[in-house]
């Protein structure tokens, strides 16, 4: 059975930081890459990040390039995600999701964790 379980998110001020992170469980990184989506309240899931060390890719949407960064623990089949200089539009729920690295192209996630809230405001 396959789960991704995040944590991390909460309330953070304009500027700070917060560390997301997703364990998972009955998959491999080997055989899925690692990504984080977010959803805005009304809006469809959008991709903030992916990250295959065994393609040698590393995506990262506009909006949070050079202020996102994510990392994976294969040892512990963990995937952060580190958010530095946070902004009010950031607020939303950020969701983990593996996508299947010989659909990778696809782009649509197999699987999803749960989701963790993110809200920046002063």
């Known amino acids: 059975q396959v789960q991704l379980v995040e944590s991390g998110g909460g309330l953070v001020a304009p500027g700070g930081s917060l560390r997301l992170s997703c364990v998972a469980s009955g998959i491999s990184f080997d055989e899925y890459a690692p990504c984080w989506f977010r959803q805005f309240p009304g809006k469809e899931r959008e991709g903030v990040s992916c990250?295959?060390?065994?393609?040698?890719?590393?995506h990262y949407a506009d909006e949070v390039e050079g202020r996102f960064t994510t990392t994976v623990d294969n040892a512990n089949n963990t995937v952060y995600l580190q958010m530095n200089s946070l902004k009010p539009e950031d607020t939303a729920v950020y969701y983990c999701?593996?996508?299947?690295?010989?659909?990778?192209?696809?782009?649509?996630?197999?699987?999803w964790g749960q989701g963790t809230q993110v809200t920046v405001s002063s």
């Open positions: 990250v295959s060390e065994l393609l040698e890719t590393t």
């Open positions: 999701a593996v996508i299947s690295l010989d659909d990778y192209s696809d782009y649509e996630p197999d699987y």
